[in-house]
């Protein structure tokens, strides 16, 4: 069974830092590419950025471009977000998601996580 | 930027009733790259269908999608008590982009 188990979310003022972790199990995670999606409370689903299975190819929304950065760790099964200068819009819950195959570009999303809730507030 | 723009923000039907939900695309979307999502308020959303019109593993053959170009629909035959949730499509030809959402309510 797949699962994916986000973590590492909370509470961060403006401009502040957080990074966000995704371990995955259940598939072969070396294989697959992966992602990011949010959702602000009462809005629609965003999706933030996505990672093919080598890491060689990365992509991102311009909304968080140049203060995101996503990358995984084959050996501990896990994808990250690293998210810098966040502001209030950045406010959401985060979901990974797991691609359907192993480049993520025209792929689509097969499994989702539950998602970690991250807020921006002073 | 491909805009998805999905009709109608609100639909209210009653168990057993046929659901159409639709999802029209900016511009011509790749390959049919069209996907369809449910999502219940604190679960993880979950795939229905994919590539316009093929149903992920388990989903029941009361989902159904169809369209082509710009236009697209998800039918659900006769729906069942859990079937009321938010419906999103998605198109992954040009990254990735999703709808505003279709809230399917008990009427």
């Known amino acids: 069974e797949v699962q994916l188990l986000e973590s590492g979310g909370g509470l961060v003022q403006p401009g502040g830092s957080l990074r966000l972790s995704c371990a995955a199990s259940?598939?072969?995670?070396?294989?697959?590419?992966m992602g990011w999606v949010r959702q602000a409370a009462g809005k629609g689903l965003e999706w933030v950025s996505a990672?093919?299975?080598?890491?060689?190819?990365?992509h991102y929304a311009d909304s968080v471009k140049g203060r995101f950065t996503i990358s995984r760790d084959s050996s501990k099964s896990t994808l990250y977000l690293q998210m810098n200068s966040l502001r209030a819009e950045d406010t959401a819950i985060y979901y990974c998601v797991k691609v359907s195959y192993k480049y993520a570009y025209g792929y689509f999303f097969d499994y989702w996580g539950q998602g970690t809730r991250v807020t921006v507030s002073s | 930027e491909v805009v998805l723009t999905q009709s109608p923000d609100t639909l209210s039907l009653s168990p057993g009733e046929r659901a159409t939900l639709s999802c029209r695309a900016s511009?011509?979307?790749?390959?049919?790259?069209l996907a369809w999502y449910q999502h219940k308020p604190g679960q993880a959303p979950r795939l229905l269908i994919y590539?316009?019109?093929t149903r992920a593993t388990g989903i029941p053959d009361r989902f159904s999608g169809s369209g082509s170009g710009t236009d697209f629909s998800l039918t659900i035959s006769r729906l069942e008590p859990e079937d009321f949730a938010v419906y999103y499509c998605?198109?992954?030809?040009?990254?990735?982009?999703f709808g505003q959402g279709t809230n399917l309510e008990v009427k």
């Open positions: 998605q198109q992954y030809g040009s990254l990735w982009t």
């Open positions: 990672i093919s299975a080598t890491a060689g190819s990365t």
């Open positions: 259940g598939f072969t995670f070396s294989s697959y590419g």
């Open positions: 511009q011509s979307i790749t390959g049919r790259f």
């Open positions: 590539d316009t019109s």
